[in-house]
C-alpha cells in the first residue's frame, strides 16, 4: 500500500471513528469498528472502468472473507465533482444487478460535497452523508437486515440524524472533516 492510501485510509478510519461512531450516525457502526470487521480500501485509479472493476473484486473479496463484515471503498481521484460522483454510483448500483449481487450487497454514498436532493447546499443535514474523500460503502444486506431487525424503530434513524446535524450545525462539522483531513486533533467524545 503507497504512502498515500495508508494516509487516506487512516484519515477514513479517523471519520468512521471521530463522526460516524462518535455522532451515532450508524448505531450499528461501533460494533464493526470495536471488532475490527470493515475494510478499508483505496481505488487504484481515476478510471472509471478500473475503478468499476476493483469494486467488483471487492464483491468477490466479501464472497470469500465472512469475516469482513462491510467494505469502505474510498475513490480519491475521479469523482471528486458530485454529480460524477453520482453517475458512478449509478452505474456501479446498475453493475452490482448485472453481476448478480442484487440482494447480496447494496451500496450506501459518502461525499465531501454530499447533498440530499432537497436541502441546501450549506444545510448541516448533508454532513451525515459527507466524508473526507468520495466513498461507496458496501454493505452485506444479510448483516443490515438483522441489524435493523434488532433495533427499535430503525425508520427514525435518518430523521434522527438530520435534527443532530442540524442542531450541532455546519460549521462544527466542516472544522471537524477538515481537522480529520488536516491529521488534527478532534475532541470528539464517543456517545453510548
Known amino acids: 500500500m503507497s504512502q498515500n492510501h495508508q494516509t487516506i485510509t487512516a484519515q477514513t478510519a479517523r471519520w468512521v471513528n471521530d463522526v460516524i461512531v462518535a ?17 478499508y480500501e483505496v481505488a487504484d485509479s481515476a ?14 473479496q466479501l464472497d470469500d472473507s465472512p469475516g469482513i463484515a462491510t467494505t469502505l471503498f474510498v475513490i480519491p481521484e475521479g ?4 454529480d460524477d460522483f453520482l453517475d458512478l454510483v449509478d452505474v456501479a448500483e446498475r453493475l452490482l444487478e448485472l453481476e448478480g449481487y442484487d440482494g447480496t450487497y447494496q451500496l450506501a454514498t459518502f461525499h465531501p460535497d454530499y447533498q440530499f436532493a432537497d436541502s441546501p447546499a ?25 441489524a435493523l431487525a434488532s433495533y427499535n424503530k430503525p425508520e427514525r434513524i435518518p430523521q434522527r440524524n438530520i435534527d443532530y446535524a442540524r442542531a450541532k450545525g455546519a460549521d462544527y462539522f466542516a472544522d471537524l472533516l477538515e481537522r480529520i483531513k488536516a491529521g488534527m486533533k ?3 467524545r464517543l456517545q453510548k
Open 122 to 146: 450549506d444545510d448541516a443535514a448533508n454532513y451525515t452523508n459527507r466524508a473526507p474523500y468520495p466513498t461507496l460503502h458496501i454493505l452485506r444486506e444479510e448483516g443490515l437486515s438483522l
Open 23 to 39: 455522532h451515532n450516525f450508524c448505531p450499528f457502526a461501533r460494533r464493526e469498528v470495536e471488532q475490527q470487521t470493515i475494510h
Open 79 to 82: 469523482v471528486s465533482n458530485f
Open 47 to 60: 478510471d472509471r472502468a478500473q475503478q468499476l472493476a476493483q469494486l467488483l473484486q471487492l464483491c468477490q
Open 186 to 188: 478532534t475532541t470528539v
